[in-house]
């Protein structure tokens, strides 16, 4: 008989064959894996009792979504955008029982940092709103309310600057903005609990400007101004330092990074701290100017005041006892009358004053006034400048180029300003540049470019052209 012998190739041949069939065999499916955080996100507590909250179950619950800004301690201002998630409301209606003006709801942070909010605060938005174009307060202004956001620009929060959760108070509309110490981040507890009684601090001097007792402890958290004292027995008091207190109302600058006076402080003049009962303690401008360590305090070793010193007390280093005055109610900053500034007369901007033309290589040129501009979607960018980190505030530059429609085969811009200062940067290192800013100078109609990573020559001041070559 004959026998078929196999190539000495075929045999390898086969292997690598059984090899492919089995790889072609159908395997289990693998099951994504979930960004979405698993387990308790948020712990809610009640007088009755609580529970915990997993992700699933807190977007089980009703959504709030809406554009949510804030403007800092310093003045800058952080441009609205789109937060979802679930209204503060919602989440204390969740624990049953009641709810109303003898309450509050203490937010709690990973890190531990809590702020505490009224009745009034969850119940109907009552905090005080900015608009985003000036920083100027709203009176009146459209209905606000408190979220805790699990969503925001359409994706999760950002776990590595704002956590799982965020507390964030919102509008309708992207027309205004709140304090930044009401934004609480990286949020994992609310706790539902009675309140002591309100309280109404009257502070006083070139203007009036009473501070409610919500006011002041989000004044004194320590996102905000809040600092801390220690008493020779060991006892740690918590509050806001004096000399901030008497800038709210020493001249009309009552919000701003320089509305502490320091001319008039030199100058000299004396503060009376008042208690409940009339008795008075004066210390004059120079002990107290920029003194972190005499402070109005509200909380006393992690809790409210004892009964003899609440609702505030004068703590701090080189007062003696008896200047140490409690239950304050009344505040009064003795600033010469003279002093006393007159509001200045601002005249009214035209519609279209300032105006900025794109020229060039486009497919239409266009001249933008003023009023043109600030339609636009205003944003706020941190740049690093001459002086260090700087706030600007104006409008994306790129968008601005698109309108105008690139041609092809431009490369390079040049930005001309109004003294004839021109500066020419490549058009791809523009385009690659997401935070390029056309942003607003103080004088209403002039603009500056700001150009993150780019030399801050090419920043022109008071640009009023930019060609496309």
Excluded at 325 to 334: A, P, S
Aim: glycine share 8%.
């Amino acid at each position: 008989m004959k026998h078929t012998r196999f190539p000495i190739l075929v045999l390898p041949l086969l292997f690598i064959l059984s090899l492919v069939v089995s790889a072609c065999e159908a395997k289990p499916t693998e099951t994504p894996v979930s960004s979405e955080p698993t387990g308790t996100v948020l712990a809610l507590v009640g007088p009755n009792g609580g529970h915990a909250l997993s992700m699933t179950d807190l977007k089980a619950l009703p959504v709030t979504e809406g554009q949510g800004g804030i403007k800092s301690s310093t003045g800058a201002i952080t441009i609205p955008e789109d937060f979802k998630g679930v209204a503060l409301k919602d989440l204390v209606a969740s624990l049953g029982g009641t709810f109303d003006a003898s309450m509050g709801v203490t937010i709690t942070a990973e890190d531990g940092y809590s702020m505490t909010f009224s009745y009034d605060q969850i119940e109907n938005g009552a905090f005080t709103a900015y608009d985003p174009a000036n920083g100027n307060e709203l009176t009146p202004h459209d209905p606000l309310t408190a979220i805790i956001a699990y969503e925001h620009n359409g994706q999760p929060l950002d776990s590595t600057s704002e956590g799982t959760l965020r507390l964030v108070v919102i509008s309708a509309k992207n027309d205004q903005v709140v304090d930044g110490h009401w934004s609480v981040k990286w949020v994992n507890k609310i706790e539902v609990a009675p309140v002591g009684q309100t309280w109404t601090l009257d502070l006083s001097g070139a203007i009036t400007s009473p501070v409610t007792r919500d006011s002041f402890q989000s004044c004194g958290s320590p996102s905000c101004h809040g600092t801390s004292w220690q008493d020779e027995n060991g006892q740690n008091w918590v509050g806001v330092p004096l000399w901030l207190l008497v800038g709210e109302v020493d001249d009309s600058d009552s919000h701003t990074e320089n509305a502490f006076n320091h001319a008039l402080a030199d100058a000299g003049y004396t503060i009376d701290v008042v208690g409940a009962d009339g008795y008075k303690v004066t210390l004059n401008s120079q002990d107290i100017k920029e003194n972190n360590a005499i402070l109005v305090a509200f909380m006393v070793n992690d809790g409210e005041l004892p009964e003899q010193y609440y609702p505030l007390r004068l703590v701090g280093t080189g007062l003696d006892k008896n200047q140490m005055v409690g239950q304050i109610t009344r505040i009064t900053v003795n600033v010469p009358s003279a002093s006393t500034p007159t509001p200045p007369t601002v005249a009214a901007v035209p519609e279209n004053s300032g105006s900025l033309t794109i020229t060039g290589m486009v497919n239409q040129e266009l001249t933008l006034k003023d009023a043109d501009l600030r339609a636009m979607d205003i944003i706020t960018i941190t740049a690093q400048g001459k002086d260090g980190p700087q706030d600007f505030q104006g409008v994306l530059l790129n968008p601005i180029l698109d309108n105008a429609g690139i041609q092809a085969g431009a490369t390079k811009l040049t930005f001309s300003a109004s003294d004839n200062y021109s500066a020419d940067v490549n058009l791809s290192d523009v385009r690659d540049c997401p935070k390029a800013l056309l942003a607003f100078m103080d004088t209403p109609g002039s603009y500056m470019i700001v150009l993150p990573d780019q030399p801050t020559s090419t920043w022109v001041k008071n640009v009023i052209q930019i060609e496309v070559k």
